[in-house]
Nanobody, 119 residues
Framework: QVPLVESGGGLVQPGGSLRLSCAPS????????MSWYRQAPGKERELVAS????????NYSDSVKGRFTISRDGVQNMLYLQMNSLKPEDTAVYFC????????????WGRGTQVTVSS
C-alpha cells in the first residue's frame, strides 16, 4: 500500500495551470512537514516546495517562486500544489513527501504524478 497518493498531473500548454493533490493512505500527516519534489528525465530529484505543520511557513525553489503555491488542508488531510504560468522546464514527475524538513525529504513518498508542459 502506497502511503501517499498524488493526483492532478497531466499535459498542459506553456502558460497553463495545474493543481496537484496529495492524499495519505491510512494515516494523518497533519503533524508532519510536507513537501513536493520533482524529477525530470536524466536529472536528480529536487525540492519544489515545502510547508510546515501549521501552514505558516513555506519554502520554494527559486525556479518556481512566484508561480507555484503549496498549501494544506488540515481538516481534509490533503496537500496541494497550485502551479501557474507553467513552463516546459517544469515537465517532471512530481512526488509528495512527508516527514521531512523545509529543505530535506522525509522517508515517506508517493509514486508520483506526471506533469508535461508542451505545446
Amino acid at each position: 500500500q502506497v502511503p501517499l497518493v498524488e493526483s492532478g498531473g497531466g499535459l498542459v500548454q506553456p502558460g497553463g495551470s495545474l493543481r496537484l493533490s496529495c492524499a495519505p493512505s491510512g494515516f494523518s500527516f497533519s503533524w508532519l512537514y510536507m513537501s513536493w519534489y520533482r524529477q525530470a528525465p536524466g536529472k536528480e530529484r529536487e525540492l519544489v516546495a515545502s510547508i510546515s505543520t501549521t501552514g505558516d511557513i513555506t519554502n520554494y525553489s527559486d525556479s518556481v517562486k512566484g508561480r507555484f503555491t503549496i498549501s494544506r488542508d488540515g481538516v481534509q488531510n490533503m496537500l496541494y500544489l497550485q502551479m501557474n504560468s507553467l513552463k516546459p522546464e517544469d515537465t517532471a514527475v512530481y512526488f509528495c513527501n512527508a516527514g521531512g524538513t523545509g529543505s530535506d525529504p522525509g522517508q515517506t513518498w508517493g509514486r508520483g504524478t506526471q506533469v508535461t508542459v508542451s505545446s
